[in-house]
T-cell receptor
Framework: DGGITQSPKYLFRKEGQNVTLSCEQN?????MYWYRQDPGQGLRLIYY???????QKGDIAEGYSVSREKKESFPLTVTSAQKNPTAFYLC???????????FGPGTRLTVT | KQEVTQIPAALSVPEGENLVLNCSFT??????LQWFRQDPGKGLTSLLL?????REQTSGRLNASLDKSSGRSTLYIAASQPGDSATYLC??????????????FGEGTQLTVNP
């Protein structure tokens, strides 16, 4: 089956710890994205990558980091510098930056 | 900066009713517009994609229209069913020059279709 997988579905961390969220796709898409969703707000772009070994900051990149060493993988690290990390995180991919985006099932991160 | 607004924020209708969801955007220089569906606690599913040169797109009981000059799009759902209950999100893709071709999302309309 082709698609985007995110793991884990639920993640719990203590404040001050870094945590890495996984995103893998087997759609052979060049572009990948990370979004954050909070209650009552739309999705906000954290980081995006249009090609391997290249990525750009989105609208709310502070406190986050990414890497794109392989075409199929785009992990997101939530660092201790992120002031309010508890949220629902969604990963997406597309053939290129202008095509329809396909979303993974999301990871709900809770930091206490 | 592009802003996307969706009205209403929530909508409850009886089964079988035809309904319209609205999306407005502030910058008409868009590349395309996409409607998504999101079930509670899940990712987004793409419903319809309208290119800036198109006026509408149809898929089954869904019809989306785009009026770029007025900054508006509507999603029409015919003969609604309880299975249509979900949050519907509108997203606008800007031009490379204005926004790096990124998507800007509205906050969504939460639809409940009652049996």
């Amino acid at each position: 089956d082709g698609g985007i997988t995110q793991s884990p579905k639920y993640l719990f961390r203590k404040e001050g710890q870094n945590v890495t969220l996984s995103c893998e796709q087997n759609l052979n898409h060049d572009a990948m994205y990370w979004y954050r969703q909070d209650p009552g707000q739309g999705l906000r772009l954290i980081y995006y990558s249009q090609i391997v070994n290249d990525f750009q900051k989105g609208d709310i990149a502070e406190g986050y980091s990414v890497s794109r060493e392989k075409k199929e993988s785009f992990p997101l690290t939530v660092t201790s510098a992120q002031k309010n990390p508890t949220a629902f995180y969604l990963c997406a991919s597309s053939i290129d930056r202008d095509s329809s985006q396909y979303f993974g099932p999301g990871t709900r991160l809770t930091v206490t | 900066k592009q802003e996307v607004t969706q009205i209403p924020a929530a909508l409850s209708v009886p089964e079988g009713e035809n309904l319209v969801l609205n999306c407005s955007f502030t910058d008409s220089a868009i590349y395309n517009l996409q409607w998504f569906r999101q079930d509670p606690g899940k990712g987004l599913t793409s419903l319809l994609l309208i290119q800036s040169s198109q006026r509408e797109q149809t898929s089954g009981r869904l019809n989306a229209s785009l009026d770029k000059s007025s900054g508006r799009s509507t999603l029409y759902i015919a003969a609604s069913q309880p299975g249509d209950s979900a949050t519907y999100l509108c997203a606008v893709r800007g031009s490379v020059e204005t926004s790096g071709s990124r998507l800007t999302f509205g906050e969504g309309t939460q639809l409940t279709v009652n049996p």
